[in-house]
Each structure stands twice: as structure tokens, then as C-alpha cells.
């Protein structure tokens, strides 16, 4: 799938940004099962600008983790500027622009989904991205900010006049959050609007849910989220099912160790055992899902402090009782 004349993607199924989870060692493991191209955490524009450490750190990346897109929120000419300027000098494939984060404390600043509220600012906004970047520029929008105000086509309208290369739809609205269920006919209103390609996002869960996707929406690629906690092993399901070929069995107890200790070990590597463990814990809570007799094993989790506790919760996955 071409985002651009310049970078074409061999897959359609696609990482999605998620703040607080797509760090480097996150999208190095979902690309080990098939993810090509993935984004980094959303970074905000001002933060970057004042070289905040945490909005560097959001940049690592390494050999291997390409094709990458970096997130940006903000809504200031001067910081998007600024930023910019800074982001230059990392090597990214594409730049993205955030206009679908339904969270307070970014909206109440007028960042995320609030510029679906003000579409002349948000066409002003991507139109800077677009001139400055040395990299092609896509958007993420929500179908609208509420159910009275669904405006994704209008939205997307304006943002392909800008001359985005791509457009990410999250099929809800901003006050749906992560609610209720997607709204595949607004994606599909999007994708029959622009000529850019659209990647849809909402619900890709399974095999049979991106064949939705695509089915109801005709979108272009799709965007794999919640879906891929814990499980990333999503994206060879979703190819296979996809090609209509045998769907892969789920992985053994022994694969979901192996895979939980090399996404641990990853994450000390990059980040220290003093911060990986308690961010840790949330993946472990997702990779034990479904599992029988689980609650003991996660009270373990959620209270290591050290690489050794965490690695001890981690082999009792395998104990008879689960
Ligand atoms: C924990 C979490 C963090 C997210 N952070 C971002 C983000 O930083 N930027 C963004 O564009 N979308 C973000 N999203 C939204 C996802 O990219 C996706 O559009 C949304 O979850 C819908 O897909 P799903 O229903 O398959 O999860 C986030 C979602 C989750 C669950």
C-alpha cells in the first residue's frame, strides 16, 4: 500500500500509536508477528520544542524499527515549528498529526480531537506540518467530537487540501472514548470522499473484524490497537485470515513465556529494571488473559519490584492450576 509515491508499505496492517505503550521495545516485539509499519508514542509539540527529557526519550529508536512514523499533538504555529526543526535531525518516515485524542487533559487545551471542533485552525495547522516536514505528513481523526457533530468527511476534506498523504480514522467519537462500537459508515463516507488512502481504526480485534473493516469501509489499511496487547501474535492471525489461509494456532503457554521474557528483557534493556517493571505489569495482566486461575498470578505480577519477581510470575504461567 503506497502512503506516498516514496514509502510503500509491503502490509496494510498497521501498529497503531498508542501513548504509554508504543515504545521502542513495544513495536520491535509486534514487528517480530508481522507488524510493518508502526508509530511512536504521541509526543506534544511544546514538549519537544523545550527538549523535555520524556519527549526525547518518546524518539528512541533503532535499527530494525523502520518504517516509523512519529506522533505529534499541539496546537501552536510556533511550537508544531519548533518541533519541527527538532525532529529533523532523528531519521522518521513519516509525520503524523494527532487530531483524535479524546483525553481531558489534552483537549482542554484545544490539542487532539477539540480541533475537530475548529476545522479552519486544523486545516492551518496541517498546512504548516505539511510545508516544513521533510518527511510526508498524515492525520489521525475521530469520526467527530460527539454524536451531534460527526464531521470526519469535512474534517478529511480539509486535511487532503493540505496535501496529507494518508488519513487514520478512529471510528468513534471524541466522547465515545474507547466505547461502544465503531462506526464503520463514517469511515466509509471518509474513504468515498478523499482520494488519499484512508486506514481505518476501531475494533480490529481478530481476523474476522479486519475483514470487516475492510469489507464495510473499503478503507486502504488498517490501524491494530488494543487488539495487539498482549497479543502479538494479531497480526500473522489477521494476515492469515485475511488470505484465507489456516489461521495459526494460538501459541502455547511455553510461546507466551518466551515471548513475555523477551518483551521484558527489551524493555530493561532500553529503559532500566528500576522503571520497566511497573510498566510491566499492565503487559503481564494482557498476556495472562483468558488464562484459568489467573488472579493469584497477577496479584504476584503487580507487586514485583525486581527482574527476579517479575520472572517468577512469568513461569508460574505455566503451573498446573493455569
Ligand atoms: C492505551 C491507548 C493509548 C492510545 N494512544 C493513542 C495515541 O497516543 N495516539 C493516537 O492516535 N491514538 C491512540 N490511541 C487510539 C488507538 O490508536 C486506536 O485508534 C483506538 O484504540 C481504536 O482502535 P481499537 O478499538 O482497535 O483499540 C490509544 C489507544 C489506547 C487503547
Known amino acids: 500500500m503506497p502512503i506516498t509515491g516514496k514509502l510503500k508499505l509491503k502490509s496494510n496492517l498497521i501498529l497503531a500509536p498508542m501513548a504509554g505503550i508504543s515504545d521502542l521495545p513495544y513495536r520491535m516485539l509486534n514487528r517480530k508477528f508481522g507488524a510493518e509499519l508502526a508509530f511512536t508514542e504521541m509526543v506534544n509539540a511544546r514538549s519537544l520544542s523545550y527538549s523535555n527529557v520524556k519527549a526525547l526519550e518518546m524518539l528512541s529508536s533503532a535499527k530494525g524499527d523502520r518504517p516509523l512514523g512519529i506522533q505529534l499533538v499541539g496546537n501552536e504555529p510556533e511550537y508544531l515549528n519548533r518541533a519541527i526543526e527538532k525532529l ?10 494527532n487530531a483524535a485524542c479524546p483525553e481531558r487533559k489534552v483537549t482542554a487545551k484545544g490539542e487532539g480531537a477539540a480541533l475537530l471542533k475548529d476545522l479552519s485552525k486544523f486545516k492551518r495547522l496541517l498546512k504548516i506540518l505539511v510545508r516544513e516536514s521533510k518527511w510526508p505528513v498524515t492525520v489521525k481523526i475521530r469520526a467527530g467530537w460527539d454524536k451531534n457533530t460527526i464531521n470526519a468527511k469535512d474534517a478529511a476534506l480539509c486535511a487532503e487540501d493540505t496535501g496529507v498523504s494518508a488519513i487514520f480514522i478512529h471510528g468513534r467519537t471524541r466522547n465515545q472514548l474507547y466505547s461502544g462500537h465503531v462506526d464503520y459508515r463514517v469511515i466509509k463516507e471518509v474513504k468515498d470522499a478523499v482520494k488519499v488512502p484512508v486506514i481505518g481504526s476501531g475494533d480490529v480485534l481478530s481476523g474476522p473484524l479486519a475483514k470487516k473493516m475492510f469489507d464495510e469501509t473499503g478503507c486502504d489499511g488498517i490501524l491494530i490497537a488494543r487488539g495487539a496487547l498482549g497479543n502479538p501474535w494479531i497480526f500473522r492471525e489477521i494476515d492469515a485470515y485475511l488470505k484465507g489461509g489456516a489461521i495459526p494456532e494460538r501459541p502455547s503457554k511455553d510461546a507466551v513465556i518466551k515471548t513475555m521474557k523477551y518483551h ?28 484459568d486461575n489467573v488472579r493469584p498470578l497477577r ?3 503487580c507487586a514485583a519490584s525486581t527482574k527476579k519477581e517479575m520472572l517468577a510470575a512469568i513461569k508460574e504461567i505455566k503451573s498446573p492450576q493455569n
Open 88 to 97: 529533523h535531525k532523528y531519521k522518521f518516515d513519516i509525520l503524523d498529526f
Open 264 to 291: 521484558l528483557n527489551s524493555c530493561i534493556a532500553c529503559s532500566g529494571a528500576k522503571r520497566s517493571i511497573p510498566s510491566f505489569r499492565k503487559f503481564f495482566c494482557w498476556y495472562t488473559k483468558g488464562l
Open 299 to 301: 496479584v504476584k505480577a
